[in-house]
């Protein structure tokens, strides 16, 4: 349990090896909360500042910030009711008794405890955004339409990192090849994309480069354990897949 912000790093540094390093696939927030700290660190600023300057103004994205201000609050989608699922995750443990779990309705504000007790922004959550500039984020990663990134780094992220392990993964993205992905069957196995455990996803289909975009609120006004929504994942890709081919054969 880290004591402030300042402590964060020496606690993620003492945290034991589950497995030998390279024979299993383990999804942690660790590594880019770790990463998160590393950049103010070499930046000698915010994440946010860093964020903003590096990356919201060059693609003019104006509303895609970290702690959005309260008078934005009604645009924002509602979490659920204090940190119940995090709180239910460390039972036994010694922070289950720690006092400052948050009890009120999560609206406005980070949902992800680690990201809020480093002050809403870090590396591996606390972004809000809407569905048309996340858009424009997911572009980035491909060659063709980037702005910020060099062609040989967009190739790693349909990279198969973890090739015979229990889950295919590319430079910080799962791939479609993974079994059982939420990408489902209507998307190449190079495809890449990454989950939010309030709801949403991006997927990123390199091929024909497409980019499908679902922002739900699966956690709010609802009782432990929440619904896994994978299965509307697929559902939706599939569905965006077909509509974008029949329009293709309208405009052919």
Known sequence: EAEDRA???RVIAEQPLESVPGTRVLYSDLGFITLGLLIEKLAGTT????ARREIFEP???RRTFFNPEMA???????CEMGN?????MCRGMKISDWADWREHLIWGEVHDGNAH???GAAGHAGLFSTARETLRLAE???PRSTRLLAPETCALFRTDMTEGLEEARSLAWQLAATLDSSAGPALPPDSFGHLGFTGTSCWIDPVHERTFILLTNRTHAR???FVNINSVRRTFHTLAVAALEANDKVQR
Request: hydrophobic content about 60%; charged content about 20%.
């Open 84 to 88: 119940a699922f995090e709180r239910e």
């Open 223 to 225: 009782s432990l354990p």
């Open 72 to 78: 934005l609050k009604t645009e924002v989608a509602a």
């Open 7 to 9: 402590h964060a790093l």
């Open 47 to 50: 994440l946010a500042v860093v």
């Open 117 to 119: 007790f480093l002050g």
């Open 140 to 142: 980035q990663f491909m």
């Open 59 to 61: 693609l003019e994205l």
